[in-house]
């Protein structure tokens, strides 16, 4: 038990306080507002926030907290804590998880991915792989930043759950399998692909 409302704990880091809760209804959706001009949409549930430091990203455009923080964004030691009012749509979460990896100077792995498909990367004394897991329904083609090598080709008949690649550099040139392409199909889920740069 924290008091002090809510979020108690993390208020300082917040820079903020939670007055209210108001979830919204089975289908009810309210507007998010930027300062550009641009509107989204959210749902399942809203809060009053009382910034307290913390500055307003975008804002509650209708619905009973209109005009209302809906996103905020706060200055904390050496970095920014970032906080939703609401559940924003699909698109608009991206694009919100996109400000917040520019404004933390976070690059992705494989960047232009096609939606559902997850890029990361792990290296070892045996070499750098990155893996594509494509957490969808269909295949779809990754276009790759430069040659990359498929070292656990598909077994004929046979459905693989992991894939991966390794990178044709210092001692894996030895022992990678011998294609190599700057383009990618990912199977679907749950085959994964690891590759690496040549």
């Not at 903020?16 to 919204?24: G, I, N, Q």
């Not at 430091?53 to 706060?74: I, K, N, W």
Request: proline share 8%.
């Amino acid at each position: 038990m924290h008091l002090g409302g809510y979020p108690a704990p993390l208020r300082e880091v917040l820079g903020l306080r939670v007055e209210e809760f108001w979830p919204l209804s089975e289908k009810e959706t309210v507007d998010v507002r930027h300062p550009d001009g641009t509107v989204g949409r959210a749902d399942l549930w809203s809060e009053a926030v009382v910034p307290e430091g913390a500055d307003v990203v975008a804002e509650f455009g209708s619905g009973h907290l209109a005009g209302r923080p809906a996103v905020t964004r706060h200055s904390f030691g050496e970095g920014h804590a970032w906080y939703l009012a609401t559940r924003l749509a699909p698109g608009a979460m991206r694009a919100l998880i996109d400000d917040v990896c520019r404004t933390a100077s976070v690059a992705p792995v494989l960047p232009g991915l096609p939606e559902h498909v997850q890029a990361a990367v792990r290296e070892g004394d045996g070499g750098r792989f990155v893996f594509l897991l494509n957490h969808g329904r269909d295949e779809v083609d990754v276009v790759l930043p430069g040659p990359m090598t498929d070292v656990l080709p598909p077994r004929c008949g046979r459905r693989r759950s992991r894939h991966a690649a390794r990178s044709r550099s210092s001692r894996t040139d030895r022992t990678v399998d011998r294609r190599s392409s700057r383009r990618h199909r990912c199977r679907r889920n749950p085959r994964d692909v690891g590759c690496t740069p040549r």
